[in-house]
């Protein structure tokens, strides 16, 4: 039965990420690849407002890229232990802001607790195929299992109020 529980318990939480990231601030991110900045300024000239500071979002593995306007630099990025402060990103639009800190709040923590609940998941799992059950691997099954689904359940609302402020930051911007 534990083994059972324990293949239910890694099955719904395959999908999800297993990075530790801690939450910190960090400065914005350039990318080198962009052309130098007068090129980037000539080409920004041609478009219009809205185009040249709209937000938009990538994702990447278990990162996330903002960049500003269509052919915009990087300017905020997730990685390996690091988030950025989006509450600085969005700040002239109100509503943005709002939902920004329930990013803020939410996205560092779930994914820590998501990497921890996989890591706990993922070593009990390896003692009950070395071993006989017992309390503790069973504990150790159901305990990870849930701290993954409570990190993804963070993450998910993350990552939900992410979009809510770069809509809100979107339509708030002059066309």
């Known amino acids: 039965m534990t083994r059972f529980l324990g293949y239910m318990a890694?099955?719904?939480?395959?999908?999800?990420?297993?990075?530790?990231?801690?939450?910190?601030?960090?400065?914005?991110?350039?990318?080198?690849?962009l052309p130098n900045p007068s090129v980037a300024a000539a080409t920004t000239d041609t478009l219009s407002y809205y185009d040249a500071n709209a937000l938009r979002v990538e994702?990447?593995?278990?990162?996330?890229?903002?960049?500003?306007?269509?052919?915009?630099?990087?300017?905020?990025?997730?990685?390996?232990?690091?988030?950025?402060?989006?509450?600085?990103?969005?700040a002239p639009s109100e509503n943005a802001i709002r939902e920004a800190h329930e990013f803020n709040r939410n996205y560092g923590p779930g994914m820590v607790t998501t990497a921890v609940?996989?890591?706990?998941?993922?070593?009990?799992l390896a003692f009950d195929l070395n071993s006989d059950s017992n309390w503790a691997i069973a504990a150790g099954e159901v305990g990870g299992g849930a701290l993954a689904i409570y990190g993804a359940r963070r993450l998910n609302v993350s990552y939900s109020?992410?979009?809510?402020?770069?809509?809100?930051?979107?339509?708030?911007?002059?066309?």
């Open 117 to 124: 609940g996989g890591l706990i998941l993922g070593v009990a």
């Open 10 to 33: 890694l099955a719904c939480c395959a999908a999800l990420p297993v990075a530790a990231e801690a939450q910190a601030n960090i400065q914005p991110v350039t990318d080198t690849r």
């Open 161 to 175: 109020a992410l979009s809510k402020s770069i809509w809100w930051y979107n339509r708030d911007l002059k066309k």
């Open 59 to 90: 994702s990447r593995g278990q990162g996330l890229r903002i960049f500003r306007g269509i052919n915009g630099p990087v300017i905020a990025e997730t990685g390996a232990f690091h988030t950025f402060d989006l509450t600085r990103i969005v």
